[in-house]
């Protein structure tokens, strides 16, 4: 092929290895990539195994480590809780010592949750104080500014309704003490939108006191008899009796002369007037003095009613 049609009448010199620009072949010879190559003096050399150094081994992987929370806040790791309350119950909560959880009714609290009026509005380069009322207490709430996520926020938060004086607010947050004094450091504060809010924060906070401190609501859903033995309870501790059965139903307990006389009107034939005290007495051979105490007291259990005088009792249906 002539190179004279690529404009002139080129002259390529040869290389040091005999390589005539890319006409030569790049510099090997024929069988060097067998494995053999030339060097510098023309001389070919060949590269031993034993000069091929080894592979490097990689490092046999390791057990990830276990993430444990720091130690001041692994007592309440897992174990987070969110306490409706009112503002009165979070300034009692009480705390055994310094680095203790609060309590509320006997049960530890991490977070709390509760509703407010806004009485006061204090804005620092670092945190924003609210003062809150709900009729049962006054206490501070800190929000801290995050300054890169107010900035990114800005045009979202101007469509967002804001927190002003004397409105309603709620607030999640944890509760704190500083030199004697408690506040709640808030994760979230907003405004109550709709004021049916604040009743029903009222009720479930009076749900959750009167769960912890007197039961769940199961225990009270009984039958008609145990809801009797339930309002008579105590009563059937202090006299160890049970009560009887009239008509079905369950009579409440009674002590003895009381019981005595209940039978007396049971059993003893009498017109519509019953039975005077005289009479009775002389039934059970009781004293006027006992038979009027045990009267007042089927009275008080609506078991008997008075006729003619405040002397005479017949039985109550019952």
Known sequence: MAYNSYGGDAQYSTTSYNAQGGAGGGGFMNGSQSGSQQGASGKVSHILPSRIS???SLPSPKTPKTLTPPSHIQGTYGKDTLRPCTILQVLNASQPHPDADFSIDGVEITHVTFVGQIRNISTQATNITYKLDDGT???EVKQWIDT???T??????DSKPKLLDNEWARVWGRLKAFSNKRHVGAHVIRPVVD???ISYHLLEATYVHLHFTRGPPDQFN???GAENNNIYGQQQI???DGGEMVNGKSLPPMSGPAKRVFQALRSTP???EGLHTQNIAALLGMGIGDVMKAGDELLSHGLIFTTVDDNTWAILDF
């Open 137 to 139: 207490g006054t206490i």
């Open 270 to 272: 009498q017109n519509n």
């Open 152 to 157: 990114l926020a800005m045009d979202v938060s």
């Open 54 to 56: 080894p592979k490097p």
């Open 148 to 150: 890169d996520a107010s």
């Open 238 to 240: 202090e006299n160890g």
């Open 195 to 197: 004021k049916m809010e």
């Open 222 to 224: 009984k039958t008609e």
